[in-house]
T-cell receptor
Framework: DAKTTQPNSMESNEEEPVHLPCNHSTISGTDYIHWYRQLPSQGPEYVIHGLTSNVNNRMASLAIAEDRKSSTLILHRATLRDAAVYYCIPKTQGGSEKLVFGKGTKLTVNP | GAVVSQHPSRVICKSGTSVKIECRSLDFQATTMFWYRQFPKQSLMLMATSNEGSKATYEQGVEKDKFLINHASLTLSTLTVTSAHPEDSSFYIC????????????FGSGTQLSVL
């Protein structure tokens, strides 16, 4: 499994954009980059995933570096409900279905 | 969206007893489910992969005789913590993939196990 490096914690203010970085320099060419988040005392929830192109959905945007060694999850307008631990997980498409979680980034959103 | 229901959400038991946790996919069939354990302020640790109709695949270091996994149907997997001890106290979470070719995993809300 590709190794990831994420900041332990980040802080943001409500209504402001948040950029959560992830380094995955050992990612293989077939690995998709998945992002999940875990709110306090809950199971994780899917946020977004992509391979090479930037991706957008109703929750967030995912910007993937051209060399694919890093990516950034973008929350366009943080809300208090976005306070969670965010996990960046490289995963082989169609390969082992399991997700291996790293330490993630704990995002604090200030009112 | 797909829903994974996990029950109970919280359980307290005495040392030496066994505890069963259920994980159900409510609106889809899950041929594979996953069980994770999470200690306070730590990340999720994968315990095992549960395959419908066959034996579970355990991660290295996880005792299969202690953590019994049964996946008898396409919508239900159970984890039984046998002869629980205080060190088994943890947050247990299940997950399932919503269909073939769908890369998303959906997670249950977790079970907080406290062993006295």
């Amino acid at each position: 499994d590709a190794k990831t490096t994420q900041p332990n914690s980040m802080e943001s203010n409500e209504e402001e954009p948040v950029h959560l970085p992830c380094n995955h320099s050992t990612i293989s060419g077939t690995d998709y980059i998945h992002w999940y988040r875990q709110l306090p005392s809950q199971g994780p929830e899917y946020v977004i995933h992509g391979l090479t192109s930037n991706v957008n959905n109703r929750m967030a945007s995912l910007a993937i570096a051209e060399d694919r060694k890093s990516s950034t999850l973008i929350l366009h307008r943080a809300t208090l409900r976005d306070a969670a631990v965010y996990y960046c997980i490289p995963k082989t498409q169609g390969g082992s279905e399991k997700l291996v979680f790293g330490k993630g980034t704990k995002l604090t959103v200030n009112p | 969206g797909a829903v994974v229901s996990q029950h109970p959400s919280r359980v307290i038991c005495k040392s030496g007893t066994s505890v069963k946790i259920e994980c159900r996919s409510l609106d889809f069939q899950a041929t594979t489910m996953f069980w994770y354990r999470q200690f306070p302020k730590q990340s999720l640790m994968l315990m095992a992969t549960s395959n419908e109709g066959s034996k579970a695949t355990y991660e290295q270091g996880v005792e299969k005789d202690k953590f019994l996994i049964n996946h008898a149907s396409l919508t239900l997997s159970t984890l039984t913590v046998t002869s629980a001890h205080p060190e088994d106290s943890s947050f247990y979470i299940c997950s399932a993939r919503a269909g073939q070719g769908n890369e998303k995993l959906f997670f249950g809300s977790g079970t907080q196990l406290s062993v006295l």
